[in-house]
């Protein structure tokens, strides 16, 4: 069945040192099986994520669609008995209507909820844009963050951005400054939180590695992390076949499949000092054509990844 595949499969030949993935910290983002969620429902769909050796799960929203109903206790009860720990959940920045379930409309109700799901982490996949892309305005989406963090906080939970690609653009008003060092310049470090969305971080790799006017400005996503890991105790799992027709120079895939080293980016954030346990890591697809097995198939791969000896 597909839980022996997750715990027998094979370590690739010449990588038989211990696993690359920590144990517990496997999870997936809800968001790639909205389809099964929305039709079987969260107890079916957990009762598989069980079977495919995850440990964690990261929301994107808490309603199952034509499945009926359900309450945040019974949601946090279901997750229990299947064994998977809620970490995290998605939730938008802001929004025109002053109703809108965001952080800037509805911050107390938002973190109500979080609560109520024994959250840890509470985030947005929403970009700093609410301004615009200048240095100034970023500064203020900033501010923002540093508010929500301070709230999120006050009640035991981190805040947290979670990246595309955009994030990694040049400002529109100094084009040799990357916003997302604006954002990390500018948030407290002890507030906001990031959730490195791997795959979209080296799509801005594809895209943003020279400034507007041509000069190189080479970076590797991964160097972010290890210069402040405790700032990402989140990651999204996410693979992509390169194609540099493509304009984000991938094509997304089920883990495994394509060619983002996991391998590699794990085992270097896993190898700092007192790291190990310190991170989770979300599988992830957008749009998978069959989404309960790219949950098993993702889920086998990395339980597959050995340390290189």
């Given amino acids: 069945g597909p839980a022996s595949a997750v715990t027998t499969a094979p370590a690739p030949a010449g990588r038989r040192g211990r696993p690359v993935l920590p144990p517990g910290r496997l999870g997936i983002q809800l968001y790639s099986l909205r389809d099964k969620v929305g039709t079987l429902g969260f107890a079916p769909v957990f009762a598989e994520l069980e079977k495919y050796g995850y440990d964690e799960i990261e929301f994107a929203g808490y309603t199952q669609g034509s499945a009926g ?24 920045y802001y929004s025109d ?14 973190l109500d909820d979080a609560q109520a799901l024994g959250l840890k982490h509470i985030g947005t996949a929403s970009g700093p844009f609410r301004y615009g892309s200048t240095v100034d305005a970023w500064k203020r989406a900033a ?12 009640r035991g939970m981190k805040f947290y951005q979670h990246n595309h690609s955009d994030e990694f653009a040049f400002a529109t008003d100094n084009p040799k400054v990357r916003l997302y060092d604006v954002l990390l310049a500018e948030t ?44 990402y105790p989140l990651f999204h799992v996410k693979d992509g076949v390169s194609d540099p027709t493509n304009e984000f120079g991938y094509r997304m895939t089920d883990v495994g499949d394509g060619d983002i080293d996991y391998q590699r980016f794990i085992a270097a954030v896993t190898h700092l000092r007192g790291q190990r346990q310190a991170h989770h890591w979300q599988t992830e697809h957008d749009s998978p054509p069959d989404s309960l097995s790219f949950a098993r198939r993702s889920s086998a791969y990395l339980h597959s990844l050995r340390e290189k000896c």
Wanted: net charge negative; charged share 25%; glycine share 6%.
């Fill in 69 to 92: 109903p359900i309450t945040l206790p019974r949601l946090r009860r279901l997750a229990r008995e299947h064994g998977l720990t809620p970490i995290g959940s998605h939730v938008g």
């Fill in 97 to 110: 209507d002053p109703n809108a379930y965001t952080f800037a409309q509805n911050l107390e109700k938002v």
């Fill in 143 to 154: 501010e923002e963050f540093n508010t929500y963090g301070a709230a999120a906080r006050a």
């Fill in 188 to 231: 407290d470090p002890d507030l906001v939180y990031l959730e490195m969305d791997i795959y979209w971080a080296y799509a801005g790799q594809f895209r943003f590695s020279k400034r507007p006017d041509g000069t190189p400005a080479p970076f590797d996503p991964l160097d972010y992390v290890l210069a402040r890991p405790h700032r």
